[in-house]
């Protein structure tokens, strides 16, 4: 058998195994194939390979698909864990921080002193302003530095007392705040026995702004 002739079968042969060669090449190949051993092997060697790669591509096919599952379900745990860990973080910020009470809001019209005859002055809260879950009180420096807010605060020359409220900070984004039906009456001080202290104010530590509720007159 010539070695021309096995080129051009070989050529040919896979054509041929698939059926897919015109007649005269087809009738050409099989009388080669008919006297020649070495390119019968190679076509049986091509239909072998040819009946496997079914399997092997549904396999390939099976292996894909299980990793895009795998995948997927991975994806899907890890965008719930994030969900749950931001749901979770978002509700301790907002009801285990505090933030100051918005002053026009909560403060102004709710909140006030009254100085009593002997003067004794007292922190009289109503409404919204009762449902802060904090309060700290604040003494002024006669440098307008607060106790509790500036280092340098000087207790020899505090010559004003200042409260600032607090809430969870749900309650400052909530569209309603809850009404309070009673009023709260604090005991501050008597102005006589604190001749220094010359003001009562809300003080807003975020803004550092003071909103002046007593002036001694
Ligand atoms: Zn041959």
């Not at 302003?129 to 106790?147: K, V, Y």
Request: glycine share 4%; hydrophobic share 35%.
């Amino acid at each position: 058998m010539s070695k021309r002739s096995c080129d051009m079968a070989a050529d040919l042969l896979p054509l041929y195994a698939e059926n897919m060669c015109s007649e005269e090449s087809r009738a050409f190949v099989a009388e080669h194939l008919a006297e020649c051993d070495a390119c019968r092997q190679k076509l049986q060697k091509m239909n072998t390979a040819v009946s496997v790669r079914p399997d092997d591509d549904i396999t390939t096919i099976k292996r894909i698909k299980k990793r895009i599952r795998i995948e997927k379900l991975v994806i899907a745990g890890v965008a719930a864990a994030v969900c749950l860990l931001g749901g979770w973080f978002t509700m301790f910020f907002l009801t285990s921080t505090a933030c100051d009470m918005d002053y026009d809001k909560s403060i102004a019209g709710h909140i006030r002193v009254e100085e009593e005859e002997d003067g004794d002055l007292w922190l009289v809260r109503e409404d919204t302003a009762t449902a802060a879950d904090t309060c700290f009180p604040t003494i002024r420096d006669g440098q307008g530095r607060h106790m509790g807010y500036d280092k340098d605060f000087d207790k020899e020359t505090k010559n004003g007392y200042g409260i600032t409220f607090q809430w969870a900070r749900f309650k400052a984004i909530a569209p309603l705040t809850i009404p309070m039906p009673t009023e709260e009456r604090t005991f501050l001080f008597n102005k006589n026995e604190k001749p220094a202290m010359q003001e009562v104010f809300y003080y807003d530590a975020n803004s550092k702004t003071e909103y002046t509720l007593w002036e001694r007159s």
